[in-house]
């Protein structure tokens, strides 16, 4: 540092150093000088720092400020979207429509118009119940696998009918079809015998001819087709004839079917 003061006051001062007389108290003079620009120059140092340090603090509080203030920003932001929202509720609590209580009429009091009203109105409701199947027991009856005289008693029933829908004449056809009881398959051909000439029984008895394998059923199920003289049947009673595990007294049967209808 000393050196660079001595250098540059020796180049400052070179005219004077070129003199051939040097003036008295010449180093003395050049070292007070050096030591006055140190202090000099020491002093602007120390301004210097001072006045970045009050730089400095004036910053750290501009920052707080600032901090404070969006605090109490937000904190006033918030307070007033609270009162708003109090505020747009109460509106709707005082616009909101008062439910109005209806008054609960005796039944003494009601007028014939309001009982008439009442009465056709279940009247029409009663009109969708669901009926109860009259046939429910019957249907229960042939499904009962487990006793032969509930399916005869079923099929007594059936016998009683003055005619049968459509349901009741596919569950007797198939218990003449699949019953494993010989009497109970004779009593559902009993039964069918009587609507014969229903087209969908008569298909079923024809379907028989070749169905049925019990004897005794084979010789019913003859006197009943017997008479008729569809082509149709003829070919299925004499395949009966033919089938060499079809009994004599069935074959018999047949022949006379066929000898009658020819005649």
Same mark, same amino acid.
């Given at each position: @540092?000393? $050196? ?21 108290? @010449? ?12 202090? $000099? !120059? ?11 340090? !009050? ?30 929202? !109090?505020?747009?509720?109460?509106? @709707? ?57 509930? $399916? ?32 109970? $398959? ?49 070919? !299925?009673?004499?395949? @009966? ?23």
């Amino acid at each position: @540092m000393e $050196r660079d003061f001595f250098k540059q006051y020796i180049q400052e001062h070179k005219d004077a150093f070129e003199s051939e007389a040097l003036p008295p108290n @010449m180093l003395g003079n050049i070292l007070g000088n050096l030591k006055e620009r140190e202090e $000099r !120059k020491a002093q602007q140092e120390l301004q210097i720092l001072e006045a970045q340090k !009050k730089r400095k603090l004036t910053y750290t509080w501009l920052a707080v400020a600032c901090s404070l203030f969006l605090i109490a920003g937000a904190y006033l932001f918030v307070s007033q979207e609270n009162q708003e929202i !109090k505020e747009s509720g109460s509106k @709707m609590a005082i616009n909101s429509p008062t439910v109005v209580e209806q008054p609960v009429i005796a039944e003494n009091e009601k007028t014939p118009l309001v009982k008439s009203s009442i009465e056709r109105s279940t009247r029409h409701l009663a009109s969708y119940q669901p009926k109860a199947d009259p046939h429910k027991e019957i249907y229960a009856g042939l499904r009962d696998s487990l006793s032969v005289a509930s $399916r005869l008693e079923a099929i007594i029933k059936i016998n009683s009918l003055a005619s049968l829908d459509n349901n009741l004449k596919t569950a007797l056809c198939k218990t003449f079809d699949n019953d494993g009881n010989d009497n109970v $398959r004779l009593a559902a051909l009993e039964v069918l015998s009587k609507f014969s000439n229903d087209k969908y029984i008569h298909e079923q008895l024809m379907a028989g001819l070749s169905k049925q394998k019990d004897p005794v059923v084979q010789l019913e199920l003859i006197k009943i087709m017997g008479n008729n003289s569809n082509p149709e049947t003829t070919d !299925k009673l004499i395949a @009966m004839a033919n089938n060499p595990f079809t009994v004599e007294a069935v074959k018999e049967q047949v022949y006379y079917a066929l000898l009658t209808n020819n005649n």
